[in-house]
C-alpha cells in the first residue's frame, strides 16, 4: 500500500500533503464529535474553520477562509473531494511545478472563499470544493498549452457547475468563485513565464485583503 502510494504520488508531494491533510483534519473532527457523519457537531476544530462571515472580524478569525478548506461535512463530502484531488492533482502538479500548483491551489481556494462571503454571507461553508474547481480551469489551461483536446476538460467543468446550480445541498458561489479564481491565474501558471510568481503572490495578497475587509464590515452581529 505505501508503495503503491509512493508511485502514485511521486512528483506531487504538495497533493499528497494536502490529500494526508484533508485526512487528518477530518479524523480529528470525527474524534472530537463522536460521529463518523456529523463530525462539524460538537468539533472545537470544526466550528472553529468553518467559514462563517459574520465571524471573520478578527485576525484570528481569518485563518476560517483557509481552515474552512480542510473541514468536510461527513465522510462522503470528504471522500469526494479526495477522490478529486487524487484525480486532477498529480498530473497538474507534476506539469506545472509544485510551488506553482500549491500557489493556485490556496488562489482558488480563497477565491472560493470571498464569493461565499460577498454573495451568500451567512452560508455556514465548508470543503475543498472551490480550490478543486480551480484544478479544472487549470486542467483546460494545460490542455490548450499542449494543444490537446479540450472536449473532456471541458465537459468535466461543465457537469460540475450544473451540479452545482442544481443541487440544494452544495455551495454554488463556493464553486463559481474558485472556478473563477482558477480561470484568472490559469493561464499564467501553466505557461509559466518570468514574473509570474509576484502576479501569483500579489493575487494571494489581494484576496486576503479582500477577506479582510468584507469580514470587518459584516461584524459580529451580522
Known amino acids: 500500500m505505501v508503495e503503491l502510494l509512493r508511485k502514485y504520488f511521486a512528483g506531487a508531494p504538495v497533493t499528497f500533503l494536502l490529500s494526508a491533510a484533508i485526512l487528518a483534519v477530518y479524523f480529528?473532527?470525527?474524534v472530537q464529535s463522536g460521529s463518523l457523519e456529523r463530525n462539524w457537531v460538537d468539533s472545537t476544530l470544526a466550528q472553529d474553520w468553518?467559514?462563517?462571515?459574520?465571524?471573520?472580524?478578527?485576525?484570528?478569525a481569518m485563518l476560517r477562509a483557509v481552515g474552512s478548506m480542510f473541514i468536510h461535512l461527513g465522510a462522503t463530502h470528504m471522500a469526494l473531494n479526495l477522490f478529486m484531488l487524487g484525480l486532477l492533482g498529480p498530473e497538474l502538479e507534476r506539469a506545472i511545478g509544485s510551488r506553482q500548483f500549491a500557489a493556485g491551489y490556496f488562489i482558488?481556494?480563497?477565491?472560493?472563499s470571498l464569493a461565499v462571503m460577498l454573495m451568500d454571507t451567512l452560508a455556514p461553508t465548508a470543503g475543498a470544493s472551490g480550490a478543486l474547481y480551480g484544478l479544472m480551469a487549470f486542467l483546460v489551461a494545460l490542455a490548450v498549452r499542449r494543444k490537446m483536446d479540450l472536449r473532456a476538460p471541458l465537459v468535466l467543468v461543465a457537469v460540475n457547475v450544473v451540479f452545482?446550480?442544481?443541487?440544494?445541498?452544495?455551495s454554488l458561489w463556493g464553486h463559481l468563485g474558485g472556478l473563477i479564481a482558477g480561470a484568472i491565474v490559469a493561464w499564467p501558471l501553466v505557461a509559466w513565464r518570468k514574473g509570474t510568481a509576484p502576479l501569483l503572490l500579489g493575487v494571494l495578497v489581494v484576496e486576503c485583503v479582500l477577506i479582510w475587509v468584507v469580514g470587518t464590515s459584516i461584524g459580529p452581529t451580522a
Open 164 to 170: 452545482s446550480l442544481v443541487s440544494g445541498n452544495v
Open 50 to 60: 468553518i467559514l462563517f462571515a459574520p465571524e471573520m472580524h478578527d485576525p484570528v
Open 28 to 30: 480529528v473532527t470525527a
Open 108 to 112: 482558488a481556494g480563497l477565491g472560493g
